[in-house]
């Protein structure tokens, strides 16, 4: 998980750490034997280590194996697999003895964690044929290494240290994939003062790569969401042993459908553990609240799965309000665990769902609506049934009436403040309701009345669900870097007067000002945007309007490139049962479908037509839940750089234009802004705003919100209400800074950056940095100059910026400095990453100032300039008249080595640019042409150099290098291959392989383009 200001360690002062790792291990440890683990100093190897699971192995499965079928069974069980060997940690397997008898056995006792035994081994040496690591402290369960801590001093930022263990995990021959370590479930990190934790995982979920998508890391907290992070603090509350047993056995969720494995965060487990406890002591019911983005339904999920165990429990009913959320979390249930859940196509197949005494039937997910229409003998269908003389929905479910039910609502601030819930209630009188909310209702936000005797109250959540189980509100996810803040721009016309609450703009203008703003708003749309309009009416306005702008613009400007633009809101439901339960949470809708539905039908055709035209499908109105499904999919799928995608980004809409529908329940992390022409209240901003900030890397500091409609105090008492504890500090926390203040920052950090340069004895200047001495100096470089990148990445995404400001940013750090300045830092960190996990004799990093660097470079690439882009500029640089140049050589070259997603090609698309003639006039295609033709020669001249240099033949050498690229797999024994007919001894080859490898391995990766190439690592640094 990334942020733009996410920090992990302490600040960098300077100063050497004075406490030694050593020192902080022995500590540790002793901290554990004070939680009655056994510490195992006698365990350094991995026989001891095998030594000692044997002998656990047997006492826990009552038998004695012979040595054969010792190593059998290690061959059986250890696995490279992560996933496979999570789930055989969990469960009885079986084994096939010398004499074909079945052993059926367990790894760990798994009916009863505590009861296993819990030993401490440090300083571990794991040797298999490739890979040689030492491991500072490891935690067995039955003998089963489970979970690896890494200690790092507080020089060293957990992030790298999270980092090694990645480069550890990929080395081929691991311990992780050939030894008892495949078991690892846990890892941790800290330097004392800074603990973090994380799930192991197979190699696609378990990786740092360039553009920034993370592991999933965690800082343990108390049940008031305050943090645990003290590593004897940590140890205390989290590896205490039966604590550690439960976070393993109930806490982590294996992924099926992923191969992954998920930790639950510390508010999920205390939600979890609240409603199991409430329910064990049966003691009413009660609500959670846990802000949107949360990751409420893997919380429910959790619950419901530790329900369906308890044999009180008749049913549990997961009930969503709306049949698309319907569908959503019957996908997330059956994510997180296959088949658990099915769907449920009517009401008729819920209701044989809840008769059936089936264990697959325990848990149920449903819409109120169906549960609503069976306890309804009102309902179309029951007045059918009683008709024909059958028994209506709500006989057949007389039965159920005393059975204890457990009833979980979703998002419990809408719906259930109808009569489905009243009517629930009293049809299982011996139920327990339990509600999730991001947003609930109290007396200041609520619209719905009780009336008891003559006084009428308002009604909120605490009235339905009686008492709050467990609060993570949206201050506590901003604070945790779970979600993003929010800057909230609220728009005022250049040279006219500001607008007065609750008046608006004309369509035309807020259109003019999205088109002129999109761009900066989404980071050069890098990201998307809703647009939430007021009626259905205004939506099929703002379409028009946009589509008549752009065509407007386009025709000014040839190279003006139209924004995607998609609108989705619900037709008229004309006895459609799907559209109408889609309706059920969307009031406006169903309101303005009253009206003119043919008129507005005949929009939304025309709409969804123009769709089909722009992305090559064939949605109908007819099947409207397939066209809204579509565009929530092409919103989420969004990917930046455009090469991820299989169209290069032709699949992506800017802008989706929306009246109710996706400002509820929808999450995207690569939707950042939100465009609001309709008023909106309590719940209903943060609902709206909470669509914007989800977190993804650096590139995305904040969601985005631009309002139309001066809504200031509708946000500041939404804040007010929603906040928590902490409402004195709630605005400064929910908020980003204001522009003046991120500008006075990034002064501030240009300042800093020119101070070291003239400290190192250098004008500040970009070409400067190549003449600073020494790793340690270019280290810092490397961190201030981040720095001025960060600030400046947001800044470039504030909308609200004037004409004075942006003079100020540019007199800071000019543009044309600033590229050459991210020029030399991609230069400068890919030449001290490749130094990154070099050691000394002793095993202490080579050199902690490159060892604790942490490099982003997705903050160094620009969403508008790719391959594309940069081939059209190159052809536009081909055709200038030599007197007229708008771009000069220097600025295209300049332009490629500022961004990342050059760094492979850079050298080669220089050198292009510079044999290029100035006015030669060619076009785009002879350009392409013209680079691919002059990368191959360079390609053949470098291979023919290196064959040459190895004593190999040209064919040969490219032919093992193009069969790698093709394959990305590296075969040591086509190596041999390779190397036969210099005949060789086994020595001197073994030497010249070596070298051969020393040489090829940058190659390789270069033209791989970041990819993985398997079985590289061998011969890459500190890979052998």
């Not at 890979?131 to 067995?140: F, P």
């Not at 929808?666 to 943060?686: P, Q, R």
Request: net charge negative.
């Amino acid at each position: 998980m990334s942020s733009s200001d996410f920090t992990y360690g302490n600040p960098d002062t300077g100063k050497p750490s004075v406490v030694r790792e050593t020192d902080i291990e022995m500590g540790f440890v002793r901290k554990l034997e004070d939680l009655k683990y056994s510490i195992r100093r006698d365990i350094r190897d991995r026989a001891a280590l095998e030594t000692n699971f044997r002998e656990k192995f047997e006492g826990l499965n009552r038998v004695t194996l012979t040595d054969s079928e010792f190593r059998r069974l290690l061959d059986e069980i250890i696995k490279p697999d992560v996933y496979e060997s999570a789930r055989a940690l969990r469960n009885r397997e079986s084994f096939v003895r010398d004499d074909g008898t079945p052993l059926n056995y367990t790894l760990v006792n798994i009916k009863d964690w505590c009861k296993n035994s819990f030993e401490v081994v440090n300083q571990l040496r794991i040797n298999t044929d490739n890979s040689h690591h030492r491991y500072d402290v490891m935690l067995l369960i039955n003998g089963v290494p489970v979970v690896q801590i890494e200690l790092k001093t507080l020089g060293i930022s957990p992030r790298r240290a999270m980092e090694q263990i990645v480069e550890y995990k990929n080395d081929p021959g691991n311990g992780y994939t050939k030894t008892l370590l495949s078991f690892v479930q846990l890892f941790i990190v800290s330097n004392r003062t800074d603990t973090w934790y994380f799930a192991n995982n197979n190699a696609r979920h378990f990786a740092f790569d360039a553009d920034e998508r993370f592991l999933p890391i965690y800082q343990f907290a108390a049940d008031d969401n305050s943090k645990i992070t003290h590593l004897d603090d940590f140890a205390e509350r989290f590896l205490a042993k039966c604590t550690l047993g439960q976070m393993i056995s109930r806490y982590m969720v294996l992924i099926a459908s992923e191969q992954k494995l998920m930790m639950m965060r510390p508010y999920q487990i205390y939600a979890v553990k609240a409603i199991v406890d409430c329910i064990e002591q049966n003691c009413g019911n009660g609500y959670i609240w846990h802000t949107t983005g949360s990751g409420k339904t893997l919380t429910s999920f959790k619950a419901s799965t530790l329900l369906k165990t308890n044999e009180s429990i008749h049913k549990c009913v997961f009930v969503v309000d709306r049949k698309d959320l319907d569908r959503q979390t019957r996908e997330e249930f059956n994510r997180f665990q296959q088949g658990c859940v099915e769907e449920n196509t009517n009401t008729a197949a819920l209701v044989r769902r809840l008769l059936s005494d089936d264990y697959a039937d325990k848990v149920i997910v449903t819409t109120i609506q169906k549960l609503g229409l069976a306890l309804d003998e009102s309902s179309k269908h029951n007045k059918q049934h009683a008709a024909q003389g059958r028994s209506t929905f709500k006989q057949r479910l007389e039965a159920l009436r005393d059975k204890r039910m457990v009833f979980i609502f979703d998002e419990c601030h809408r719906s259930q403040f109808g009569d489905n819930h009243k009517a629930i209630k009293e049809f299982f009188p011996n139920s327990q309701l339990f509600g999730f909310t991001g947003t609930p209702i109290f007396e200041d936000n609520a619209s719905v009345r009780q009336i008891e005797g003559d006084v009428a109250t308002l009604r909120t959540t605490r009235d339905l669900f009686q008492k709050q189980l467990h609060a993570y509100t949206i201050t506590h996810a901003i604070e945790d870097r779970n979600v993003l803040r929010f800057h909230v721009d609220y728009y005022k016309p250049k040279d006219a007067p500001a607008l007065k609450p609750g008046q608006t703009l004309t369509k035309q203008a807020v259109a003019q000002a999205i088109l002129d703003k999109h761009n900066a708003a989404t980071g050069g749309r890098r990201f998307n945007a809703l647009l939430a309009t007021a009626s259905i009416n205004d939506a099929i306005e703002y379409y028009e309007v946009f589509k008549n702008l752009q065509a407007e613009r386009q025709a000014a400007d040839p190279e003006f490139v139209p924004l995607k633009i998609a609108a989705v809101f619900s037709p008229p439901a004309e006895g459609n049962p799907d559209v109408r339960q889609i309706q059920e949470d969307l009031p406006q809708e169903r309101a303005d479908n009253q009206h003119d539905p043919e008129g507005k039908k005949k929009a939304l055709k025309a709409i969804i037509a123009d769709y089909n035209r722009q992305y090559g499908t064939n949605r109908s109105i007819g099947e409207f839940d397939l066209y809204y499904q579509d565009v929530q999919q092409r919103i989420k799928d969004q990917q930046f750089p455009n090469r991820d995608l299989p169209r290069k980004g032709d699949e992506k809409i800017d802008i989706t234009i929306v009246v109710d529908m996706l400002l509820t329940g929808f999450d995207a992390k690569y939707l950042n802004t939100l465009y609001v022409d309709k008023n909106l209240k309590h719940h209903g901003v943060i609902q709206a705003f909470s669509r914007t900030n989800r977190v993804l890397n650096a590139t995305k500091p904040y969601g985005q919100i631009l309002d139309f409609r001066q809504q200031q105090d509708s946000v500041d008492a939404a804040i007010a209400l929603f906040s928590g504890a902490q409402l004195d500090r709630a605005r400064e926390i929910w908020l980003v800074d204001k522009a003046p203040v991120v500008i006075e920052q990034f002064q501030k950090a240009v300042a800093d950056l020119g101070e070291f340069m003239k400290s190192q004895g250098l004008e500040a200047k970009p070409d400067q940095v190549n003449n600073l001495m020494g790793d340690d100096a270019r280290a810092q470089f490397i961190k201030r100059f981040k720095e001025v990148q960060r600030l400046k990445t947001q800044l470039d995404q504030y909308t609200d910026l004037t004409d004075e400001q942006h003079t100020l940013i540019e007199q800071a750090l000019p543009k044309d400095d600033l590229r050459a300045f991210r020029g030399v830092y991609l230069e400068t960190a890919q030449r001290l990453k490749e130094q990154q996990g070099a050691t000394r004799a002793d095993g202490q990093p080579a050199n902690p100032a490159v060892e604790q660097l942490d490099f982003e470079f997705v903050l160094f690439a620009s969403a508008v300039i790719d391959y594309d882009y940069i081939m059209k500029l190159i052809a536009k640089y081909s055709g200038q008249d030599p007197k007229k140049l708008t771009i000069s050589r220097e600025q295209l070259i300049g332009l490629i080595q500022s961004d990342a997603k050059f760094m492979d090609e850079r050298d080669e698309i220089t050198e292009y640019v510079r044999s290029l003639k100035e006015g030669e006039g060619l076009d785009e295609a002879a350009i392409r042409a013209g680079y691919e033709q002059f990368k191959a020669e360079r390609q053949a001249k470098e291979i023919a150099g290196l064959a040459e240099k190895h004593g190999l033949t040209t064919e040969s050498l490219s032919g093992f290098v193009g069969t790698i690229l093709q394959r990305m797999i590296f075969d040591g024994e086509q190596l041999t291959d390779l190397m036969e007919p210099l005949g060789l001894g086994w020595r001197e080859r073994r030497e010249r392989e070596l070298a051969l490898m020393a040489d090829l391995v940058p190659l390789l990766n270069k033209r791989s383009h970041g990819r993985d190439i398997s079985g590289l690592n061998a011969y890459e640094p500190g890979g052998a």
